[in-house]
């Protein structure tokens, strides 16, 4: 397993599809981008920037869920990569046993910013989709301010089908 640390949230242009990008620790910082929906990329973002919600949001409520049944979140685990889809793993403890929850990427990455839990990928998936980071200038605070806007204009309705 390779200890993984969240780069952050971008925009995929130009069709605007959120991915979070998980990037190695160390070795060579290799980067994972995953696609992920735009209330999951919404949620990851406010919890990255501390905002708290009048009312418990979706992970927000998980969170509260296992801290009232005792349970610690120990870790996330990216376990694969099956065609073009991600797959994940809650690693709990409670009671003195440790318990295994399957996940997508982007909740047990929301959950684990919340938490403070580590995120982990397994080799074989960071091998197979990680990516050596390009050596370019740092992103100018156009993209940011769009992602931004991105995150304050977007509600569930937009993803109703």
Known sequence: MI??????????MPAHSPIILLKE???????????IGGPEAQSIAYAMEG???PRPLTHDLFRD???TLGA??????????EETTFFAELILEH????LTVSARPSDAVALAVRTGAPIYCLEEVLSAAGQVP???????DE???EFRSFLDHISPEDFAG
Do not use: F, H, K, Q
Request: aromatic fraction near 2%; glycine fraction near 8%.
């Open 65 to 67: 869920v296992l801290t």
């Open 72 to 81: 610690t979140l120990v870790r996330v685990v990216v376990t694969a990569l």
């Open 3 to 12: 200890e993984m640390e969240l780069e952050g949230i971008r925009v995929e």
């Open 25 to 35: 620790r160390a070795g060579t910082n290799r980067l994972l981008p995953i696609y």
């Open 51 to 53: 905002r708290v919600p």
């Open 95 to 98: 009671g003195g046993s440790s």
């Open 134 to 140: 390009p050596t370019a200038e740092p992103e100018s």
């Open 143 to 145: 993209l940011v301010d």
